[in-house]
């Protein structure tokens, strides 16, 4: 398959089961994991790991293949997503039944006149991106959202409010998504009831083709990825594939930012802290004074140059805002990061585990070019994986430069053994 291509990125319709239930505009597609699981000769009788799990990609599309798989994700509302997208059990059926009386109930409230319109409180409003959503969608989402969590038979409720999170972001708000989160033409009125009647009628006509599937082990741990060993046991993953975060200023809890608050996840400053605090420090803006991961490569030169590239370049062009002050810093903290994770991880896997990243190159920090495949492959070999090649997965446009860069696949194999070296990126013993 030719991965330079730019659209491979796209999901295929054959694949769509599932996978578009609610998905991230950036998640990478179902048929990578098809090649990856086929490369590695995976099957029924072993286990896959994706370790920065998004909305579930990789446990969905092994489920759908019969293989068990297990995920680790940090931010409640992806965690939320894959963990009901790999849920199979509901009756088709009974479940547009429910959500029909639901309907009913909803447009009857959203038709009484005279009412305020409903808002949330001032505390959640505030963590969203302005402008994301006009007062009267939102009137009528919290409408919606009520009748769901007041009726009396919950065990549909997981997929009715997930069916409510995928038409918040694609029919009632005012997202746009380009692949950058943003606020685009405001919409006075929106559909409500109906766009989310349309998102329910989706699942339930793809559950009968997974249903067969359901009792495939599959789950998704809600946990930072940098402190796995609680979660997973011990020699217990034949394969990882899997795509963490990019090295850039992408702030990921903004891309899934209106769900999270109407679904109660976030609902204040310091539970949008809470969460940043459990994400691999990939951008400035979840950045803390206490972190200290990028102790893990103080002694890696590749690093510590484009760091100082960094930083000089700054100064050179008198960049003074705080962010840009922390641009440095967080290219070391990232790779310091996945360095944590990659030590943890080797105690999970079974001798002869294939590892499959999917990483970008970045240049989001003043133009500096960061060849992040690489860096992470001499990383793990200073742990002692093998790294087996790097294939290249398709070129992108980059947001902030328009520059085309590389986005790769690093194949990694463990070879079962703790080297008898001494990690050579950092001073601390591991």
């Known amino acids: 398959m030719d991965y330079s291509r730019p659209e491979i990125n796209h999901v295929r319709l054959d694949d769509l089961a599932a996978h578009d239930w609610y998905r991230f505009v950036l998640s990478f597609p179902p048929h990578l ?38 995920g680790i994700e940090a931010n409640p509302m992806a965690w939320f997503a894959g963990t009901t997208k790999r849920d199979w ?28 319109l409903r808002t949330l409180p001032e505390e959640s409003y505030r963590l969203l991106l302005k402008n994301s959503i006009s007062p009267l969608p939102l009137h009528k989402t919290l409408i919606l959202l009520e009748a769901i969590e007041g009726y009396p038979e919950q065990s549909y409720s997981c997929h009715l409010k997930l069916a409510l999170a995928k038409a918040l972001v694609t029919s009632i708000s005012n997202l746009r998504f380009g692949p950058e989160v943003g606020v685009g033409k405001q919409k006075e009125d929106a559909p409500v009831v109906e ?23 599959s789950k998704i741990y809600r946990a930072d990825s940098r402190q796995i060993l609680p979660a997973l046991s011990p020699k217990s993953i034949d394969a990882v594939i899997t795509s963490p975060p990019y090295p850039n200023e992408k702030d990921y809890t ?30 400035t803006r ?42 440095h810093r967080a290219v070391k903290l990232y790779f310091g990061g996945m360095a944590k994770h990659l030590a943890d991880l080797r105690y999970v896997l079974r001798p002869g585990a294939h590892l499959a990243y999917v990483v970008g190159d970045q240049r989001s920090y003043l133009r500096v070019m960061i060849r992040t ?48 070296y001494p990690y050579p990126f950092s001073d601390q013993a591991l």
């Open 254 to 283: 903004r891309t899934t930012r209106l769900e999270s608050v109407l679904l109660g996840f976030i609902k204040n400053k310091a539970d949008l802290r809470a969460l940043k605090q459990n994400l691999i420090r990939s951008n």
């Open 286 to 327: 979840n950045i803390y004074k206490l972190d200290a991961d990028d102790r893990w490569v103080n002694k890696h030169t590749g690093i510590q140059a484009i760091a100082k590239e960094i930083e000089d370049r700054r100064i050179e062009l008198g960049k003074t805002s705080g962010f840009e002050r922390l641009y």
């Open 195 to 217: 766009a989310w009647l349309e998102e329910v009628s989706r699942i339930a006509n793809d559950l009968p083709q997974l249903a067969p599937l359901m009792s495939v082990p």
């Open 373 to 420: 495949g690489h860096l992470l492959a001499e990383i793990a070999s200073g742990l002692g994986y093998e790294v087996c090649g790097i294939d290249l997965f398709r070129t992108r446009a980059a947001t902030i430069t328009k520059e085309h860069v590389r986005e790769e696949v690093v194949m990694l194999r463990w070879p079962g053994e703790l080297p008898n």
């Open 89 to 116: 059990t509901p009756d088709p059926h009974t479940l547009l039944e429910i959500a029909l009386e639901i309907a009913t109930r909803a447009q009857a409230a959203i038709s009484i006149h005279g009412e305020p």
């Open 33 to 70: 994991v098809q090649d990856y699981l086929a490369k590695f000769q995976i099957n029924s009788q072993q286990q896959v790991l994706d370790p920065f799990c998004g909305t579930g990609t990789t446990v969905v599309e092994c489920k759908k293949l019969g293989i068990p798989s297990v």
